[in-house]
C-alpha cells in the first residue's frame, strides 16, 4: 500500500470537528495508520481484534497496549458507533433503528429474531436510486452512498444493542446480513465490496459468506463480480415475469431485461443446489399473482439453482398495490412447489413499526416533504 493511500483513507474518515474513526479501515490501512504513529504492523492487528472481535469502542479497555499508547491514540482516532436518532420494537419482537450519520442524514436498520437464526438488514446508500413502484424506500430520492464504514458501523451497533460480543456459533444473536435495506448495493459495489471484506474477516467478525446475502433489482454488469470477489449468496428482487410488467414496476428493467438478468443469474460465480439464488417476488393483487404468472416464473427458473421467496405485499402511506389474497398466494406457491422450486411465503415482521420488506423510508425524508409542504402553504408575508 502507498502513500498516497493511507491519505486517501482519513478523506474518508476524518471528521473536521473531530478525532479520526478507524472503523471501516482495512487491515492495510490500519497497519498504515500505525505506521504513522510509530507503532509496528502488529499494533494493527491487536486493535483489529479489539474493535471487530471484542466490540470495544474506547482504547483503555485494550490492557495489552501500554498505557502512553492508549492515550496517544485516544487522541487522534475514535472507535464509532453511528447515532441512534430512533429505536423502536415491534409487537413481534423485530428491531429497528434509525441512525443519524455524521452529515446528518439517516439510515434505516432492522433486526428479525427467529428461531434458528437472527438476521440483520443493513443499508448501502441514503435513499435509494430505483424507484420501485411497490417500495417505500424507492419513493425517497437518493442522497448518496454509503462509505463502508457507515456499512459496518451498523453491524458493530446491532451487535452492542443485541448483547452479541463474545458469543460464537448459535449462541449469537445475530447470525445473518442481508443486505436489503435502504439503496441498490450493487450501485455501491466499491464500499460494499470493502465492508464485506471486513465484515467476513477470520480475526474479526468472522461472519461467515455463506450468512450474508446480496440483495440486487438486476444491475446485470456488477453481478459477476460480485460472486467472483465476495462469494456471498444472491438474491434477486425480480417481481415480474414479462418485460412489460417489469418495466412497470421495477424501472430498472428498461435497462437490463429481464432476459439479460436471467442470463447473469445462470452464470452467477458459486451457484449451485446448495447455494441456490433466491428470486424476490412481491405479490401485488391483480398484478403479478395469477397462475399463468405462476407458470411464468417456472419457465424463466429453469437451469437456475433457485429458490423463490413470495412476499406479501407490505402496505405503506400512499401506496397504490393491495397484497394479494391468501388463496392467490397459495395457488402460486402450490405451482413453483410442483415444479421443483422451493417458494416459502414470507411472513411479514415489524409491520406495525414499518420495518417490513418494502417498508423503509427514513424519518429525515418524511420530515423533510413535511417542511417543504409547510413552506409551500405559507403565506407569503411570513417567509422572512
Known sequence: MGANAHAAVFDLNERPDGPTDLVGLSRAELTAAMAELGEPAFRARQLWSWMYRRGATDFAEMTDLAKPLRGRLAERFSIGRPEVARAQVSADGTRKWLFKLADGHLIETVHIPEDDRGTLCISSQVGCTLTCRFCHTGTQRLVRNLQPREIVAQVLYARDALGDWGLEGEDRRLTNIVLMGMGEPLYNYENVACALKLITDGDGMAVSRRRITLSTAGVVPMMERCGAELGVKLAVSLHAVTDELRDRIVPLNRKYPIAELMAACRSY????????????????????????DARGLVRLLQGIPAKVNLIPFNPWPGSAFETSTDEAIEAFARILMNAGYASPVRTPRGQDILAACGQLKSASERARRLRHDAAADAPASATP
Open 269 to 292: 460465480p458459486g451457484a449451485s443446489n446448495a447455494r441456490r439464488i433466491t428470486f424476490e417476488y412481491v405479490m401485488l393483487k391483480g398484478v403479478n399473482d395469477s397462475p399463468a
